[in-house]
């Protein structure tokens, strides 16, 4: 009864605290900075920068008078220690003039306040350098600089010295290769590999170092876990980091974490406009709108995103893809010591979806890759994202800041798939004279399946299992953090804690469909007309409030140390229903409480400014509603735990145009959940699996015009132990290729051409952690000894067996591109030269074909 107080107690304050950070934050947003500025503690100075990606960077104190521009560098260069190099014809700043900087201001908006009026800008090199020339001319690009920092305020520490591996997608590689959606995006990051939407979940899913992060996708810091396809339209970089996270981001991220980075408002002014045309009948069109407001509410800006896009997929001739999507925001205070931006993000989605081909037993089925096994005119993906944010920075010093965000959202999705099935599943994986009670069935008639791996295609039928679902998830969370820099027995330490919590909600209603017409392997007909019925199975309701504490502290000892450390407490409160409308059983209700924490230590010897070389420590967790999905079986269970140790290294060359990186790592998830083969309702943890394995990347912007991304990773996974599934000990994990490698490479051709040339290869992967191999042909019924109960069973004795996995491949993409004038640009992209066959997102019941030859053109346009 106690206990039952205490949760009741806590999760009363839980839900009052949430709704008040929640209001609070979008309240303050909407407030002008200077009522803010009365309000905050400390008040009076100068601002940060309105770029999320520099949100985390120093704040200095600047006292720089009106005067000489020259003057005034030397004064900036003193207040922050950064070295300015000038990118000009003359070679100096001679008639330039400065208005001065007073107050409090990150580096980067103490430059941009310095340079006002001059007709000058600047571009970050590296860590330590900063560029001046004119405004946008070709030598100084703004837009493209080197990844040096986390967009995320939980991370205080320049990205060469942050200890873990991060891989960073920038602006400059989403352009060159016209990388469009999130899938793209992380093609350029090793480790990483894809995998096909799960039966009640559709959109991007995808594993990262061996364990699945369908759930660990963030957006500007905060989960966005909504099942839709994301595009690349309101992408400033997009950020990886591999290995547990627990700390910083709560449940989950096993494997790692991926954030989008967000573009928000800023004070240059510009208009971006693309418009892409290609094969399949591709067409996309995109704009990007800054203009600032600089005598309105101490400095504002507005910034307006947009995309309209359509088009097939090279190969899948019925597959469709196409969306829209605006995402505006406004900010007020950029040359205040308050700063607030609120944007709204709206995607709708509405795809003709494809499912793909079917196993036949071990191995892809001998289906035309072309083979369309749905129904185009009743099959269907629509998606509808709503996403509202409110973001507050204030500064009281140069040397503590507070960061907040709020956010609601909404995600609808509708959904009707096929799935082609010929047989059944293995529920279990058998050994060459062992036995089985039953053969596999049919999916189509549900009798035995008597196709063996050698049945012409002809003589094939397959099943078109209807996958439908009809679902709303919703989001409610704030997230508040303070970062600070002090000393504390004349050791400086970086300290950032934060609060977070909110409430996720998600309600999908399943239906199952009968007498669906089946079609022949070698012939499928798409024309068929849909003919099933539908009865609603299932109507769920899932509910989990969660509330998250926690610190990370960097101790600086001496020029050459760094120790880290860091404490996360969670909560995580769930509440599953669940009932079928036409039956008489009563609805299945359970709920879950976890209460746990999570610890991070790290250790970095940085011999020099240009590099490091670390040791990283992590612990998470994935509780049994971490995908907000829950069952009596499952509510009982304690959550998974992992740990990830890693050692690593960074460099940068080339005066901080190349980033190098390195590390070797293990992941180990204790406990992992089990089902078991005779009893579904049978969920225990009983397994243990481990990830280990070296990875390496480089990325940069050499001289010439020359960029490069390059990634490597060999990952060695294995099914330590088992309860259920003994025979699956020392298989690889599910989805888990060997190796992965990416590259491209862009270069500076000759007469303003910049040409480009880039490879994809991803080893082969299994489809199952638990039955990494079938049994496939079997001996007639006999009377057997079961080798556990010692009794006499009838069976089918297993005479052979085969890997159910699909092989690697290698794609090869290229582009070319050239300015026609400083405010035009022409580009064009081939992908998959060699119009590969191979399968680019596994499942254990099917399998979807990559895209197949392809070209994309586009035009940019700047104003």
Not at 154 to 172: A, D, N, R, Y
Request: net charge neutral; hydrophobic share 35%.
């Amino acid at each position: 009864m106690k206990k039952d107080a205490r949760r009741e107690n806590l999760k009363s304050r839980f839900r009052g605290s949430k709704n008040w950070l929640a209001m609070g934050t979008l309240a303050a947003t909407v407030m002008g900075p200077s009522q803010l500025a009365q309000a905050a503690v400390g008040a009076g100075g100068g601002a940060g920068s309105a770029g999320q990606a520099t949100s985390n960077l120093p704040v200095k104190k600047f006292e720089i008078a009106a005067g000489s521009l020259e003057d005034g560098i030397k004064a900036y260069e003193q207040a922050t220690g950064l070295s300015v190099k000038i990118d000009l014809s003359q070679g100096n700043l001679a008639g330039f003039q400065t208005k001065g900087v007073n107050g409090v201001y990150s580096v980067e908006d103490g430059l941009r306040l310095l340079l006002e009026g001059t007709g000058l800008s600047y571009a970050a090199q590296g860590t330590t350098t900063m560029v001046v020339g004119l405004k946008r001319s070709e030598s100084v690009d703004v837009t493209a600089s080197m990844p040096d920092t986390i967009s995320m305020n939980k991370f205080t520490q320049p990205l060469i010295e942050t200890p873990q591996t991060v891989e960073v997608v920038p602006q400059f590689v989403l352009h060159e290769q016209q990388n469009t959606t999130l899938r793209d995006a992380l093609r350029n990051v090793p480790g990483i590999s894809m995998a096909a939407g799960e039966a009640g979940a559709q959109g991007d899913n995808l594993t990262i170092r061996g364990f699945t992060a369908r759930n660990d996708i963030f957006l500007d810091g905060i989960r966005d876990f909504g099942s839709y396809y994301r595009d690349s339209f309101n992408y400033e970089q997009v950020e990886v980091l591999e290995g547990p996270a627990g700390v910083q981001f709560g449940r989950g991220s096993t494997g790692g974490v991926i954030n989008q980075d967000s573009k928000v408002p800023t004070a240059d002014q510009f208009v971006n406009f693309g418009a892409s045309f290609g094969t399949d009948a591709t067409r996309r069109v995109t704009a990007d709108v800054n203009e600032p407001l600089n005598d309105f509410m101490s400095g504002a800006a507005v910034r307006v995103n947009a995309v309209g896009t359509a088009g097939g997929v090279a190969g899948r001739p019925f597959a469709e893809n196409s969306h829209y999507g605006i995402a505006p925001s406004l900010t007020l205070g950029l040359n205040s010591q308050t700063r607030g931006t609120i944007s709204y993000f709206h995607l709708t989605e509405s795809d003709t979806p494809d499912y793909g081909l079917p196993w036949l037993f071990n191995k892809l089925s001998p289906a035309n890759r072309h083979a369309y096994f749905g129904f185009p005119d009743s099959n269907n993906l629509r998606a509808d994202v709503d996403i509202l944010s409110g973001r507050l920075v204030h500064n009281f010093s140069e040397h503590a800041q507070i960061h907040s965000i709020a956010r609601w959202a909404n995600y609808n999705r509708k959904a009707q798939i096929t799935e082609p099935q010929i047989c059944s599943n293995a529920s279990q994986a058998i050994p060459v004279g062992g036995f089985v009670s039953a053969l596999p069935t049919s999916s189509v008639t549900g009798g035995l399946c008597t196709y063996t791996p050698t049945t012409p295609a002809d003589q094939i039928m397959v099943n078109r299992n209807q996958i439908t679902v009809k679902s709303v998830e919703g989001d409610l969370w704030d997230q508040t953090e303070v970062t600070a820099r002090f000393k504390v027995l004349h050791l400086r330490n970086d300290f950032v804690g934060g609060v977070e919590g909110g409430q996720e909600i998600s309600n999908p209603i399943r239906t199952t469909f009968k007498g669906v017409t089946p079609t022949n392997l070698a012939n499928p007909n798409p024309q068929d007309p849909f003919s099933g019925t539908g009865t609603i199975s299932s109507i769920t309701h899932v509910k989990s409030q969660s509330v998250g504490l926690y610190f990370v502290d960097t101790l600086h000892l001496g020029r050459m140390f760094d120790l880290s450390g860091g404490v996360r407490w969670d909560y995580f409160d769930t509440r599953f229903s669940q009932y079928v409308p036409t039956g008489a059983t009563p609805p299945t209700v359970a709920s879950q409480e976890v209460d746990q924490p999570s610890y991070r230590a790290a250790f970095v010897f940085k011999p020099n400014s240009h590099g490091s070389v670390y040791f990283d420590y992590g612990t998470s967790f994935n509780p049994s509603a971490e995908s907000l999905s829950l069952s009596v079986s499952t509510s009982i269970l304690p959550p998974e735990q992992n740990e990830t140790y890693e050692v690593g290294a960074k460099y940068s060359l080339m005066g901080e145009r190349l980033l190098l990186d390195g590390a070797w790592f293990r992941t180990t998830k204790q406990n992992a959940r089990e089902t078991d083969p005779t009893n579904s309702n049978n969920i225990v943890l009983a397994g243990d699996q481990r990830v280990q394995g070296v990875q390496a990347s480089a990325i940069g912007r050499l001289p010439q015009g020359t960029d490069l991304v390059l990634g490597y990773a060999y990952l060695d996974s294995e099914v330590l132990s088992s309860q259920f599934f003994p025979t699956s000990v020392g298989y690889q994990l599910a989805n888990v290729p060997k190796q992965t490698f990416n590259a491209f490479l862009t270069r500076n051709v000759f007469a303003r051409v910049k040409g480009g040339f880039g490879a994809n290869y991803v080893a082969s992967r299994t489809a199952s952690s638990t039955v990494p191999f079938m049994p496939l042909t079997f001996g007639p019924l006999t009377s057997y000894t079961d080798p556990v109960s010692g009794t006499q069973k009838n069976g089918y004795e297993v005479l052979s067996t085969g890997m159910k996995q699909n092989p690697g491949y290698w794609v090869f993409n290229a582009m070319i591109s050239r300015p026609v004038t400083d405010r035009l640009e022409l580009q064009a992209n081939l992908y998959n030269l060699a119009n590969r066959f191979y399968i680019d997102q596994p499942h254990p019941s099917h399998l979807i074909p990559g895209a197949g030859l392809s070209a994309l053109i586009a035009a940019n346009f700047r104003f």
